[in-house]
Each structure stands twice: as structure tokens, then as C-alpha cells.
């Protein structure tokens, strides 16, 4: 190899590094997984993760060096969203990664499969199909907040502890399809339990909102 390919190659893989170590925290990936639902305050993701908001700031500027986050004023609030990029693709890989190599966290992955598979769960094309014929209610049960920050277009929001004293909301007369947070989040598969056994025709959305977002997609935000 030439010295100019080896400089190159030492500059890409020192690239690499510096992300992989921007990511070596978990407080930096549980708030890049709240930043995925949508761009929020620091103090608000601070109150999320737990921290401190001194804490929560220094390592959003870990993130934002790295170039996985990026920041806006609005007056006295510093506002951050995910980077450019494919960082949700990377976060979701990350999951895969460690469900692969953890054993309980794969048979905790594997049920959560089997029951969105019991449940025939849609994929973004029939979804998207459906709401074009308008004869399918959408539903969002991720928490308030989160949907007003944005939401598959044309969607109701019930979270998901609040579902059963709301049943009143829904029509027997569609399909209700829910979603959440991604695939590694169990409340819409819950949701569906329950509405199955109050003899709704029920289904989840494969994926979630961050995937449907990082797709390009529509998304609606009631803020």
C-alpha cells in the first residue's frame, strides 16, 4: 500500500473511531433515541435521560462534534435534532448488533417478532396504500409529547397506558392500524392485544415513526 492510501485509509478509519467513540455511552444513545421522535429542548431531554442538565449538555456536544445531532436556537431554548444522515439506520443497527451477540436480549426480540407476526403486522407500502383509500384509522400510542413533535399523517393519538378507558374513540367500523416508537418498542404490539380482545380488527405498522420519517415520508406535527 502507498503512503498516500495508507494516510487515506488511517484517516477513514480515524473517522470511524471518533464516531464509535461518540457513541461508547449509553446517556449519548438514550438521548440520541429520544432526539429521534423528534427535536427537542436540552432541559426537556435532560428531564428524559435522567441527567443533570450540565451533564445532558456536555454530551449532546459530544454528539454534535461527531455530527450525529445538530443544534438551533429559538430564543432562550437550544433545540437539537438528529444529524444529516443515516443515524436512525445506525441506531437500528446498533440494536441488531446487540441482540445478536445477548442472548436474553434476543429472546426478548424473538417474542417481540413472534407476537407482531401473530398480529400481521403492515408494511409502509400497504400502509401507505390504505390511508390513499381511507378505510383504515391510524393510530399513534406513543406519548403525547412525542406526537406533537410529529406524526404519520392522519393520525389519532391514544397513548398506550390510556388505550383501554378510550376504546370510545375508535369505530369497529375500520381497521385500526397502531405504530410507535420502532420496532424495538413493544406499545403498539400491547395496544393491539388489547384491542383484539375488544373484537377490533387490529394490525401494527412493521416499523415506527423514526423509520417512517427517515424514509422520506409525510409526517404531520401539531406544534
Not at 17 to 42: C, D, F, K, W
Not at 56 to 75: I, T, Y
Not at 138 to 154: A, I, K, Q
Not at 163 to 183: F, K, M, N, S, W
Request: include cysteine.
Amino acid at each position: 500500500m502507498s503512503t498516500s492510501s495508507m494516510e487515506n485509509a488511517q484517516m477513514i478509519f480515524g473517522t470511524l473511531a471518533e464516531v464509535a467513540r461518540s457513541l461508547a455511552n449509553p446517556h449519548r444513545l438514550m438521548l440520541l433515541e429520544h432526539i429521534a421522535q423528534g427535536e427537542r429542548p436540552v432541559e426537556r431531554l435532560a428531564e428524559l435521560s435522567q441527567l443533570s442538565l450540565a451533564n445532558a449538555s456536555q454530551h449532546l456536544q459530544q454528539l454534535k462534534r461527531a455530527g450525529l445531532v445538530q443544534a438551533r436556537r429559538d430564543g432562550k431554548n437550544v433545540l437539537y435534532r438528529l444529524g444529516d444522515g443515516p443515524v436512525q439506520s445506525l441506531l437500528a443497527a446498533l440494536h441488531q448488533y446487540v441482540a445478536f451477540r445477548h442472548g436474553e436480549i434476543s429472546q426478548f426480540v424473538s417474542e417481540s417478532v413472534n407476537r407482531q407476526a401473530d398480529l400481521e403486522s403492515v408494511s409502509r407500502g400497504e400502509l401507505l396504500q390504505r390511508l390513499s383509500e381511507g378505510d383504515v384509522t391510524l393510530l399513534d400510542v406513543r406519548p403525547s409529547e412525542e406526537y406533537r413533535l410529529g406524526h404519520l399523517p392522519g393520525a389519532i393519538n391514544i397513548p398506550a397506558e390510556e388505550l383501554e378507558d378510550r376504546l370510545a374513540e375508535l369505530t369497529h367500523q375500520q381497521e385500526v392500524i397502531a405504530y410507535c416508537r420502532g420496532p424495538w418498542c413493544v406499545l403498539s404490539q400491547e395496544a393491539m392485544t388489547l384491542l383484539k380482545r375488544k373484537g377490533y380488527r387490529a394490525r401494527c405498522l412493521e416499523d415506527g415513526f423514526p423509520q417512517w420519517k427517515a424514509a422520506g415520508l409525510h409526517v404531520e406535527a401539531s406544534e
